[in-house]
Nanobody, 123 residues
Framework: QVQLVESGGGLVQAGDSLRLSCAVS????????MGWFRQAPGKEREFAAA????????FYADSVKGRFTISRDTAKNTVYLQMNSLKFEDTAVYYC????????????????WGQGTQVTVSS
């Protein structure tokens, strides 16, 4: 059974940083592209960042570009999202997900999802 478990969320002030982690129990993780999505209250889940299977390519939503960094450690089967210069509008539940496609940005392209971790940014 495939499991994705996010951690690292919390309550921070605007301008602070957080690093989210996603531990994946998938032996063939290296075959999957990974992504981070977020969902604010009353809004649809939206794409934030994606990384290819080797970690050599990344892609970001305009709203987080320059502030967030996605990375992966294939030896540890873990994906990270470093979030700097956090803003109030970054408040959301953050989800990691795995896709058989590389650099996917749409939710339907991802087949495995974590349960999410809450990030709250106070202004």
């Amino acid at each position: 059974q495939v499991q994705l478990v996010e951690s690292g969320g919390g309550l921070v002030q605007a301008g602070d940083s957080l690093r989210l982690s996603c531990a994946v129990s998938l032996r063939t993780l290296r075959m999957y592209g990974m992504g981070w999505f977020r969902q604010a209250p009353g809004k649809e889940r939206e794409f934030a960042a994606a990384i290819n299977w080797s970690g050599s390519n990344t892609f970001y939503a305009d709203s987080v570009k320059g502030r967030f960094t996605i990375s992966r450690d294939t030896a540890k089967n873990t994906v990270y999202l470093q979030m700097n210069s956090l803003k109030f509008e970054d408040t959301a539940v953050y989800y990691c997900a795995a896709s058989p496609r590389t650099m996917a940005t749409m939710t339907y392209e991802y087949i495995y999802w974590g349960q999410g971790t809450q990030v709250t940014v106070s202004s």
